[in-house]
């Protein structure tokens, strides 16, 4: 099946492994789903993320992170929601004034700017602004 938003693939399948409690989602990979992850890795909001081959074919493999209750049990996932903002069909581009901090900086966006993708804190220290692709908190 031909996936025409990978972006918003990526979203939805993290958000149904933190619905079914899942510890690792595998999905398709390219190069922006792979600095994506790694942005929420070095954000806290994943434990880990890896690329991994299966036959032919390349496969992202991204550990949920979750908060653990006295048992041992997962209680509470580090992503409470992750949204896209900008789609293939209405774009949304920030300048570097206009990148607010996101639920008091406890939440990121993730820009696309000319130098690779960064969070809002980065894009802001390095004066860049670009095409919001999502948010997470």
Known sequence: MTV??????????VKAGILRRKEIVDLPASKVKLAI???????????????????DKKQLRIRLKYGLDQYGKPKYSAITDIK?????GCRVYRQVGELNRLMGGFGAYVIST????KTDSSARREKLGGEVLLKIW
């Open 4 to 13: 025409t938003d990978t972006i918003a693939d990526l979203i939805v399948r």
């Open 84 to 88: 896209r903002v900008s789609r293939p």
């Open 37 to 55: 992850a790694n942005l929420l890795k070095e954000e806290g909001f994943i434990n880990n993320c890896e690329e991994i081959v299966r036959g």
């Open 114 to 117: 000319s130098k690779g993708l």
